[in-house]
């Protein structure tokens, strides 16, 4: 177990509802990222979080957004939701510099 | 750009029969090559980090090699429990804390 966790488990949305993921990182942990990982490939970044600001961004659109809290603990929000962000999220929580990052469980979202 | 590739996709072996897995990369200035292992629906758990060429690590049946263009990660005698998902990935210099990952490779280890 990494410390990291991850709410809801499972979550259904229809196309065009807006959906928020949500992620407490390992006691410690200051910088938290997010993740997209559609069925038989790999994780895909979304954004990083330190000290409460965005400080770096993959090729996802503007309605992927997030937050993190002085505490450290961080949401994903998603919003207009399509069909192709049916995937497993995953928040990984560090250190800074270049510490390992380590995964929570994953929230599976399904858009119908 | 950093790109990961990883093969096998699949891999299937008997119990106790010993193999390689390869992750080959390119990357602006190696911050870090990362293992991880990863159990269907569940989020991927941490096996090795790699710094630099030549660093060599273990654990248990498991060994991560590295060279400035490719990891490879041994499996000796495996048993049935190590069958999952292995997946590398890397940090660069310029991508700053993201990291870039492989397909991952898919091993089946029969008893």
């Known amino acids: 177990e990494t410390g990291v966790t991850q709410s809801p488990t499972h979550l259904i949305k229809t196309r065009g509802q807006q959906v928020t993921l949500r992620c407490s990182s390992q006691s410690g942990h200051n910088t938290v990222s997010w993740y997209q990982q559609a069925l038989g490939q790999g994780p895909q970044f979304i954004f990083q979080y330190y000290r409460e600001e965005e400080n770096g961004r993959g090729n996802f659109p503007p309605r992927f957004s997030g937050l993190q809290f002085p505490n450290y603990s961080s949401e994903l929000n998603v919003n207009a939701l399509e069909l192709d962000d049916s995937a497993l999220y995953l928040c990984?929580?560090?250190?800074?510099?270049?510490?390992?990052?380590?995964f929570g469980p994953g929230t599976r979202l399904t858009v119908l | 750009e950093d790109q990961v590739t990883q093969s096998p996709e699949a891999l299937r072996l008997q119990e106790g029969e010993s193999s390689s897995l390869n992750c080959s990369y390119t990357v602006s200035g190696l911050r870090g090559l990362f293992w991880y292992r990863q159990d269907p629906g569940k989020g991927p758990e941490f096996l090795f980090t790699?710094?630099?060429a030549g660093e060599e690590k273990e654990k248990e049946r498991l060994k991560a090699t590295l060279t400035k263009k490719e990891s490879f990660l041994h499996i000796t005698a495996p048993k049935p429990e190590d069958s999952a998902t292995y997946l590398c990935?890397?940090?660069?210099?310029?991508?700053?804390?993201?990291?870039?990952f492989g397909e991952g490779t898919q091993l089946t280890v029969n008893p």
């Open positions: 790699l710094y630099s």
């Open positions: 990935a890397v940090g660069g210099e310029t991508s700053g804390s993201r990291l870039t």
């Open positions: 990984a929580s560090r250190t800074g510099g270049r510490s390992t990052q380590y």
